[in-house]
């Protein structure tokens, strides 16, 4: 497959930073910056890493903190009279709707949405948690309602419609459960896409393949040669953290997860020593924070933003004006995807948050509830356009 230079490039890009000093929130969710490095002659960059194995080292980087407020309590916790509750509550609703100006719902403003969407081929692009299902204590558990798949399904019959998630590909797949759908698993590392507008076969990481009906598709997957080095992680991860109560890891194939949501605040700091340790041995991995989990990933230039722009060129709907693509997602991960989007004009970003949080979106809905709704609405949209 032919690939422009932005996909061919794998040089490291952390996901960006996101400027949150307008609400006070905290931005230094990253555990190695960027700045200070400089790009080394090969395909990867040298991090500096501070040196390994005091317990000082996950609060002076900043990881405990990151891991503090990567799911901030949509409500203060108030143990005093009522007064002081609905006092607190009206001050959440206010910096909520002041937010909102700054993103606004997609449902109210979905007529601006479908005027831009006139006569435009558009194309849908979802991430899974916290976006089509509710976050939950366990990750094996976070299945989505049957409406909720039955209305992408209607999106599908309308809209290329592409799931890409953080989770493996086989795993999301076996969660959402549609043939119909194109998915990009572990951060858009590992795409089954279309063969139709693809020359396959070019790129050393895109093969051809099958899918689960046999239909022949596009394989792409940049952080391959990495796949043994993960797999290594991963069983040093499983053994170093069975003794911690709650701990999870799990694999994603090329990428590895470990979640903390079951473990006791106290416990943070030795689950954060005991992956900082390991990392210290494999500096083409990092690290990245997601909603109360730590993702260990390849120091690769791909994340989901690149996934969005391999899947349009695949479907060859990329550099062209009557094209409207639509990202919904809730996480870190999903900005560099809203950042391609607000760079190159492909669409909108709609950020799934209760809270208000900085955000590359465009709009935003609140909750996976909301997502359905619009995809909903999209669907209708199109059936009366067509009739
Ligand atoms: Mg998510």
Request: a neutral charge; proline letters at 5%; hydrophobic letters at 35%.
């Amino acid at each position: 497959m032919e690939l422009k230079s932005n996909h061919s490039s794998p040089v490291l890009t952390d996901p960006i930073p996101v400027n949150n000093s307008r609400l006070g929130i905290h931005s230094n969710l990253l555990s190695y910056q960027q700045s200070g490095g400089s790009l080394s002659s090969g395909k990867y960059m040298t991090i500096p890493r501070k040196k390994p194995g005091k317990l000082e080292d996950v609060w002076s980087n900043g990881w405990l903190e990151a891991m503090r407020s990567s799911s901030p309590p949509r409500k203060r916790l108030i143990k005093d009279k009522d007064f002081t509750i609905e006092a607190a509550a009206d001050d959440f609703d206010i910096a909520y709707c002041s937010w909102m100006i700054k993103y606004p719902s997609a449902l109210k403003s979905f007529d601006q949405i479908l005027k831009n969407a006139k006569n435009k081929k558009v194309a849908v692009f979802l991430d899974y948690d916290g976006t089509l299902s509710p976050i939950v204590d366990d990750p094996d558990r976070a299945f989505m309602s049957d409406s909720m798949r039955s209305a992408i399904r209607d999106v599908a019959k309308y809209f290329p419609t592409a799931i890409i998630s953080g989770r493996s590909r086989d795993k999301v797949y076996e969660l959402v459960g549609l043939t119909e759908l194109y998915y990009a698993g572990s951060h858009g590392m590992d795409i089954m896409g279309p063969v139709s507008h693809a020359e396959s076969g070019d790129h050393p990481n895109c093969i051809r393949s099958t899918d689960q009906q046999g239909k022949e598709v596009n394989l792409f997957q940049p952080a391959r040669e990495f796949i043994p080095m993960i797999d290594e992680v991963l069983k040093t991860l499983v053994e170093n953290t069975k003794d911690i109560k709650g701990a999870n890891v799990e694999n994603h194939k090329f990428c590895t997860s470990v979640h903390y949501r079951n473990v006791e605040e106290k416990n943070w700091p030795t689950i954060a020593q005991r992956v900082h340790d390991i990392l210290k041995d494999y500096p083409r991995l990092r690290l990245t924070h997601g909603r109360k989990v730590l993702e260990i990933r390849p120091v690769i230039d791909w994340n989901k933003g690149k996934a969005v722009e391999f899947l349009l060129e695949s479907l060859g709907l990329s550099d062209r004006d009557d094209v409207l693509a639509i990202y919904i997602g809730d996480d870190k991960t999903d900005e560099d995807a809203f950042k391609v989007f607000r760079e190159r004009n492909l669409g909108y970003g709609i950020l799934v948050s209760s809270v208000p949080k900085e955000s590359n979106a465009f709009f935003s809905v609140r909750d996976p509830s909301e997502v359905k709704k619009f995809l909903k609405a999209l669907v209708t949209w199109k059936k009366f356009e067509k009739a």
